[in-house]
């Protein structure tokens, strides 16, 4: 197979790699340079270095919507194109250029999660499962026709960090065994079921803000599912404090949701809308993340003092 790879971030490097096995390479389609870091220097994106290794010079379009674009993937003759994560819609040109369509590693069990965040929002939302779907690419958000799919558990302590990783993993061995089995005509596309749509929207900041009137149990969930980005935080002593790591517990208290119920060297205890947050790893702003007890050690912690305020 003549295959095209679409992708942009580090977890679709696996799922590159497996392309490259599968069947020729013929080309790179990535998210362009961008500024990063303190002095804001461009940076190609993981995927466009990674095809640089193996003398693959990436083509880095800001859009796709553009007749020179799509002229020079039409020269590159490919068969199929896998897209994983490249951060664009593909127009509907775009699709019909291979010859057998555009497929997608989605990670979750489409039609459920459909949208940019599905492994961040599946932990956030407290599901137990999760999965990776190949599917048929059509002109809609995750909408098309599903070819493979397959799940797995999520860990109960696990982070959104930890499980894309090994949800790039899952879907480069979908692609392993799904691209020949399409290219052979063994896979019969079957379509989602609609009424079963969830979604797992683009996540922002302001979404890892924390609202203490939730139960400890959702705030818990938050702190894993929007672990390494954007993070959670509240506020203590007019300083901005990321919560990195914490369970929640069963214990019930009438205290006002938000509040430090006690602190000491198992965790802070902190009254939510239902049940308690114990604290364990924060990151104070400006500084590294530590453990509640090196925090501690340097940080007065008042019980009934009220976060967020």
Request: charged share 20%; glycine share 10%.
């Amino acid at each position: 197979m003549r295959i095209l790879f679409m992708g942009s971030p580090e977890l679709a490097i696996p799922s590159l790699k497996a392309v490259r096995e599968i069947g020729q390479l013929v080309g790179v389609v990535t998210q362009p340079p961008r500024a990063s870091g303190r002095g804001r220097k461009l940076t190609p994106s993981p995927i466009s270095r990674e095809a640089e290794q193996w003398g693959i010079e990436a083509i880095t379009p800001e859009t796709l919507r553009t007749p020179d674009i799509e002229e020079n993937v039409r020269r590159l003759e490919p068969d199929i194109a896998v897209v994983v994560a490249y951060g664009k819609i593909l127009p509907p040109n775009m699709l019909t250029v291979p010859k057998l369509g555009c497929v997608n590693i989605h990670a979750s069990i489409l039609p459920e999660l459909r949208g940019a965040a599905p492994i961040q929002w599946a932990i956030a939302r407290g599901h137990n499962e999760t999965g990776v779907t190949l599917m048929q690419m059509d002109e809609g958000m995750d909408t098309g026709p599903i070819l493979l799919q397959r799940t797995t558990a999520i860990g109960a302590e696990e982070t959104a960090g930890e499980l894309g990783v090994r949800l790039a993993q899952i879907g480069a061995d979908l692609l392993r065994e799904g691209l020949p089995r399409l290219d052979r005509g063994e896979l019969r596309p079957f379509d989602q079921d609609n009424s079963q749509t969830t979604y797992a929207p683009l996540l922002t900041k302001t979404d890892g803000h924390i609202d203490w009137s939730f139960t400890a149990v959702e705030i818990a969930n938050r702190i894993r599912g929007f672990t390494p980005w954007p993070g959670t935080f509240t506020t203590m002593a007019g300083s901005r404090l990321l919560i990195t790591r914490a369970r929640a517990l069963g214990e019930e208290n009438q205290t006002p949701a938000g509040t430090i119920v006690s602190s000491g060297t198992e965790g802070i205890k902190i009254a939510c809308g239902s049940g308690i947050l114990n604290v364990l790893a924060v990151k104070p702003e400006g500084k590294r993340e530590m453990s509640i007890q090196e925090f501690l050690a340097g940080h007065k912690v008042q019980p009934g003092e009220i976060l967020g305020e």
